[in-house]
């Protein structure tokens, strides 16, 4: 399958900076990237739509202006979240959607490891 | 998106086939049904997907029903790395996004 890689793993800093996360489709290009959170023992949340070329769209709910989203090609999307507050620790998971499968609807979407935040 | 419910947990004894149940009684006939497994503190990882017939791959086997209202993820033979959360995921063709429900948490057992 498809490799999607994330950069950092993990990260710590403290309350009031921003971090920037980085997701990037490996081996095919993504004109397509979503941004997942996930809190401890719960599912995982969708946050936002990155397509490559164009602003985001954002699920309801999440605050455009705190996590901004950056689509500048078709293999990276960044993630920044500003102002981290320790609220903002969790872990943030990018996907891309590889849609040259072939036949209609054989697309799917595959997963970077994720990238655990803590903010002290 | 159509909902979907899955059992919150369930065990399976290794080597034997581990059958995961899903209930979409409300999916439309242009859904996908998609399956994800998500190892502890890992990203979700892609295992099988089909819209009305039946799908194998190397991974698993996806059984769906006639009417489409339920399918079954099988794993032939769990081994203990199978232990993961699995998600039953429906998705309209053409529309992009993945809404994760609660899954199933699959504990393989030695």
């Known amino acids: 399958g498809a490799v999607v890689s994330q950069h950092p793993s993990w990260v710590i800093c403290k309350s009031g900076t921003s971090v920037k996360i980085e997701c990037r489709s490996l081996?095919?290009?993504?004109?397509?990237m979503f941004w997942y959170r996930q809190f401890p023992k719960q599912s995982l949340m969708l946050m936002a739509t990155s397509n490559e070329g164009s602003k985001a769209t954002y699920e309801q709910g999440v605050e455009k202006d705190k996590f901004l989203i950056n689509h500048a090609s078709l293999t990276l999307s960044t993630l920044t979240v500003t102002s981290a507050h320790p609220e903002d620790s969790s872990f943030y998971i990018c996907s891309a959607r590889d849609g040259v499968s072939g036949r209609l609807g054989m697309e799917t979407q595959y997963f970077g490891p994720g990238t655990r935040l803590l903010v002290l | 998106d159509a909902k979907t419910t899955q059992p919150t947990s369930m065990d399976c004894a290794e080597g034997r086939a581990a059958n995961l149940p899903c209930n979409h009684s409300?999916?439309?006939?242009?859904?996908?049904v998609y399956w994800y497994r998500q190892i502890h503190s890992q990203g979700p990882q892609y295992i099988i997907h089909?819209?009305?017939n039946n799908e194998t791959n190397e991974m698993a086997s996806l059984i769906i029903t006639e009417d489409r209202k339920s399918s079954t993820l099988i794993l032939p033979h769990a081994t203990l790395r199978d232990t993961a959360v699995y998600y039953c995921i429906v998705r309209v063709v053409g529309f992009n996004k993945f809404y994760f429900g609660s899954g199933t948490k699959l504990n393989v057992k030695p």
């Open positions: 409300t999916i439309s006939g242009n859904e996908y």
């Open positions: 081996d095919f290009q993504a004109t397509t």
């Open positions: 089909g819209l009305k």
